[in-house]
């Protein structure tokens, strides 16, 4: 496709997206404080912080949207400020808000996107019904968008952003509000485009989505980078899952402490007595420890009632990268992200 | 195809990002296809285009008609009325733009337009080549409403177009000063009272409903200038007969007089809005 191709040939071998000192302010709010990134060419860059980090801003400004205030961008080459033309021909966007016409068919509104990108009618409507029936939305084709649930409009507008097959992606908080069935085509579609070449700036609230999507991982907090570098270096720092044992007893929870201290399983150290829970806490990083763990609390006649895993909290990936709690409180669901989205 | 045809793969067109006059036309396409297809989803948008014009000269045909002509003379009045009443009807038209455009703007829709390599005109555009097909929409229905109640057109049938033609063309710059509103202005419903405001005294204030001649000295001096006269006094010209060309060319004038001022500060406005 001559959007691909355009888009290989500017880009500057290496670095799909550069961001350098990057600031954007609304009045006194410093939105972007200097922020600095890149995404590798066929990668997936985890943008991790909570409301109001500047996630939100940070997309506006790569995609156009928003004019920064100082530093530089550039997206495939293309710098955000002096070539938003060019820039536009190789990005998808898809923001917390679906952006696709409510009183349009989900059709409708794919064959207008395809349309906009300069296919021919026919490669529109081939495209447009491809991509329906790749986000399982065939039979809700002709309905208004409008009617759509929350995550069928947020598959209608993740097929519309990738229509084009972006050199780069943004996705600004894609699985907020979804449901885990939904949230997991999202990911799958997601790593389909990574595995056909594109490359995608995530933002997200969630570790967990983080560790399914992308390799490496930026946080931010007010404006700024606080960290960054592979998944895997940032869940060993933070500790990867915690695995809770529950037993059967509540009596033998010092004593099941006291096995795992003492069988010195690789890698397994930490475990912690949660008396108000009466729950045995075990920091892991991998499958194999938990199978090790829980064998060998078995072997040693433990009666276990109840096993889970978790992931670290957002407030837990920032304790352990910062030493300090998020700046800002958590909130349900998706929230605006910066002043902006008043004006919006 | 694009600006860079299929001979030209990634040739200094795309490179430079410019978007062709072939591109810009199929974008406008595609964006007009979608504010028609708005209102086939919701025919109620269509009341002001259908149903205004039918319950406006009705009233002020039978309400007005008797004592401006003698009761029994309302066909008088129809005559003296109906090419005014086309004039107006642009502006109502317009109208409806401003509150849509400043509704349209809310919705996400509008940031996937602006993320994509597409002219930020076309948009606007789009949006005025359906309102003019509304306006066309809702001036047939006048006039077959006045030829059914009587209208006597006694030029040519070329006249009459001609007089419909200018009301299209003013109408479509008028739309660029609401779109400019629609804009600038935080609610629909302030666009609404912003535009009711400028509506009715030059609705009023011309030679729309009543001939100028009884109206005060100063009144008569602000109908003189005021664009919807000059609108309403060509169309009944060209439709009834009279001295055309001041009055023609005066509407001419004033459409691209406000068309020149007020659209490149609409895309400008749309551009930088965030």
């Given amino acids: 496709m001559k959007r691909n191709d355009t888009s290989r040939g500017a880009g500057s071998g290496g670095n799909a997206v550069e961001v350098r000192g990057l600031v954007k302010h609304f009045g006194a709010t410093k939105a972007l404080d200097g922020v600095d990134l890149d995404v590798r060419e066929g990668t997936v860059l985890g943008v991790l912080g909570p409301n109001g980090a500047g996630k939100t801003t940070l997309v ?63 490669d529109a409507r081939r495209r447009g019904e491809e ?82 999507l992308a390799q490496e991982l930026t946080v931010i907090d007010r404006g700024r980078v606080i960290a960054g570098g592979r998944v895997d270096e940032l869940k060993a720092k933070v500790g990867g899952r915690t695995l809770q044992i529950r037993p059967a007893d509540r009596g033998e929870l010092a004593r099941m402490v006291g096995a795992l201290a003492q069988a010195g399983l690789d890698g397994i150290s930490g475990a912690t007595a949660d008396e108000a829970e009466g729950v045995v806490n075990v920091p892991i990083i991998s499958d194999e420890q938990l199978t090790a763990v829980v064998g060998l609390l078995g072997s040693r006649g433990f009666a276990i009632s109840g096993i889970s895993t978790h992931l670290p909290s957002l407030d837990e990936v920032f304790l352990a990268v910062t030493g300090q709690k998020a700046s800002i409180p958590q909130e349900d669901g998706a929230g605006t992200d910066a002043p902006q989205e008043v004006a919006a | 195809m694009s600006a860079a045809t299929v001979s030209a793969p990634a040739a200094a067109p795309v490179r430079e990002g410019r978007i062709g006059l072939r591109a810009n036309l199929r974008h406008i396409g595609a964006l007009a296809r979608r504010n028609m297809l708005q209102i086939k989803a919701d025919p109620e948008s269509m009341f002001d285009a259908v149903i205004m014009p039918i319950i406006f000269i009705l009233l002020f045909t039978y309400v007005f008609g008797g004592s401006m002509a003698g009761k029994g003379h309302e066909q008088e009045y129809l005559n003296y009325l109906v090419p005014g009443l086309m004039a107006m009807q642009g502006m109502n038209i317009a109208m409806a733009v401003g509150t849509g455009v400043n509704d349209d703007f809310k919705k996400g829709v509008m940031d996937r337009f602006r993320t994509m390599p597409i002219s930020r005109s076309s948009v606007l555009v789009a949006k005025i080549v359906v309102e003019v097909g509304r306006m066309l929409v809702a001036t047939a229905i006048l006039l ?27 109408g479509a710059s008028l739309m660029w000063v609401f779109i400019l509103l629609g804009l600038s202005l935080k609610t629909p419903q302030a666009v609404q009272g912003m535009a009711m405001i400028i509506l009715m005294p030059l609705q009023f204030g011309s030679s729309i409903f009543a001939p100028t001649a009884k109206m005060p000295g100063w009144l008569e001096g602000f109908t003189k200038y005021n664009p919807l006269s000059n609108l309403a006094d060509a169309s009944r010209h060209l439709m009834r007969g009279g001295p055309v060309a001041h009055s023609v060319w005066m509407t001419l004038a004033w459409a691209v007089a406000i068309t020149v001022v007020t659209a490149p500060l609409a895309v400008s406005k749309f551009r930088s809005k965030t």
């Avoid at chain 1, 696709?100 to 300069?118: A, C, H, P, Q, T």
């Avoid at chain 1, 600004?172 to 990911?187: A, C, I, K, Y």
């Avoid at chain 2, 077959?144 to 003013?170: C, D, R």
Wanted: charge should be positive; include cysteine.
């Fill in chain 1, 60 to 122: 506006r400004c790569l995609s156009t949207l928003l004019r920064p205030d100082a530093g530089t961008a550039r997206v495939a080459g293309y710098d955000v400020v002096a070539q938003p033309r060019q820039l536009r021909r190789v990005i998808g966007l898809t923001g917390q808000y679906a952006s696709v016409d409510e009183k349009l068919s989900g059709f409708e509104n794919l064959y207008m996107i395809g349309r906009l990108l300069d296919l021919s009618r026919k």
């Fill in chain 1, 131 to 212: 991509m329906l029936e790749r986000f399982s939305l065939t039979e809700a084709a002709k309905r208004p968008a409008g009617q759509y649930s929350g995550g069928m409009r947020r598959r209608l507008d993740l097929a519309a952003s990738m229509i084009g097959r972006p050199a780069v992606l943004y996705l600004d908080e894609p699985t907020t509000g979804l449901d885990p069935r939904t949230r997991n085509e999202v990911w799958q579609e997601v790593q389909r485009m990574v595995s056909e070449g594109s490359t995608v700036l995530l933002t997200t609230q969630y570790m967990e989505e983080a560790e399914q």
């Fill in chain 2, 144 to 170: 077959g409403m006045g030829f059914a109640l009587g209208l006597s057109v006694t030029t040519t049938p070329l006249h009459l177009l001609a007089a419909v033609a200018l009301s299209m063309v003013f």
